[in-house]
Every structure is written in structure tokens, then in C-alpha cells.
């Protein structure tokens, strides 16, 4: 599947901003305060994610195969605290090697993989043991709610309009079926845009 959607990096970039003053900032910031040491972003984006981890991690390896939104990256990876390694990667396949990082930061990418349950399989098999797993995701809504209902309808084209994004992965059981114990993650309405309102945050702990 193509990755870069230049068009989209434009409008996704103007929407992050404009996001990361409301309730998607706070929750970036309260997922991002349990990281520490070096830091997996899986999908980097345009980067709203930098300015909100803590000054407990020091350093972060980002891996955004879209050439489009790496370029958009550029000012905030400049900016940034501490070193941050930008690699032209997929989430699928890491070119990491196995427990070389402290955190991993999964922040509106899961919906977008190609294949969610191997990129969470790559990022515990680089993962440090007790390593911690910081989420924020928009997520499938509840079944029988009118949301859920909007999602089905908006399903086959939305990823045309929104760069490959699906609207109802269940990412709960993803990371439940990849053996984490996601006791701690919480159900929380995101954007008041429907299909995409649904969503997921918490820190998970690697077993």
C-alpha cells in the first residue's frame, strides 16, 4: 500500500495543530508523562508528539515511511529537546534490534498500519522487558451505537479520504491479543468528528 499522501500530510498537519490546544494535547501530554529513556514513536507524523514527552526521556528513534510527513517533521524534529532519529520505516518492520528502547509511543498510527497486530508484535520485540507502552488511538465504537452504525457506512471510503486511516480498527483486542494486559487503558470520546470520535488511552507495561 502507498504511504505518502501528500495532500493529506497538508490537511492532517493544520488538524494536529489546531487539535493539540484541546483534549487530544492533554491526553498526549498524560499518556507521553509515563515515558522515559529512549522512545519508540511508531509513526511520527508531523510531530505533535515531541514537544509533549517529558524530560525523562532522552533520546527517540521515530520511524514514518511517508516522505510527505517526514518533510513536515523537519521544524519539530529540529526543535526538539533531545535527539530524535527520524528512519524512512514501517511499523511492521522495525530496523531496531530486539529490547533497544525503554517506551513505545503508539499515537494515531494504529489505524493506519497495514497490519496492526504485527506492528504491536515489532514493537514489544524491541521493547525492553517492563518496558512501557504509552497509547492514544482512535478506535471501533461500541457495537449497536449510532456511532458504530456511521462508522460501518463511512468504513469503505474513508481511507481514501484520510490516508489510508480506517475508522474502526478494535484496538483494544489487538493489544489484548498481543498478551498485554489493558486493564489500565481507558474508553474516551476524542474528536467530535464522527467516524473518528471513539478512542483509546492509557500506558500499557511489556510483560
Excluded at 101 to 126: H, I, K, S
Amino acid at each position: 500500500m502507498a504511504h505518502d499522501h501528500p495532500l493529506f500530510t497538508q490537511i492532517y498537519r493544520l488538524i494536529a495543530r489546531a487539535e493539540d490546544s484541546g483534549a487530544i494535547g492533554h491526553w498526549r501530554t498524560e499518556v507521553s508523562s509515563a515515558l522515559s529513556g529512549r522512545v519508540l514513536v511508531v509513526g511520527l507524523g508531523p510531530a505533535e508528539d515531541l514537544h509533549h514527552l517529558p524530560a525523562e526521556v532522552t533520546s527517540v528513534v521515530a520511524v514514518e515511511p511517508s516522505a510527505s510527513m517526514r518533510r513536515a517533521a523537519a521544524d519539530a524534529v529540529a526543535r526538539a529537546p533531545m535527539p530524535v532519529e527520524v528512519i524512512d520505516a514501517v511499523g511492521e518492520d522495525l530496523p531496531l534490534p530486539d529490547n533497544s528502547v525503554d517506551g513505545v509511543l503508539f499515537a494515531y498510527v494504529l489505524c493506519t498500519v497495514d497490519d496492526p497486530q504485527r506492528t504491536v508484535q515489532e514493537a514489544m520485540r524491541v521493547l525492553r522487558p517492563g518496558g512501557t507502552i504509552a497509547v492514544l488511538e482512535h478506535v471501533k465504537a461500541a457495537e449497536g451505537s449510532w456511532m458504530r452504525r456511521f462508522q460501518r457506512a463511512a468504513a469503505p471510503v474513508w481511507p481514501r479520504l484520510a490516508g489510508g486511516c480506517r475508522c474502526d480498527r478494535d484496538t483494544r483486542q489487538i493489544l489484548a491479543e498481543a498478551g498485554l494486559d489493558t486493564t489500565d487503558v481507558r474508553d474516551v470520546r476524542m474528536a467530535p468528528m464522527p467516524p473518528v470520535a471513539p478512542g483509546l488511552v492509557g500506558v500499557l507495561r511489556a510483560p
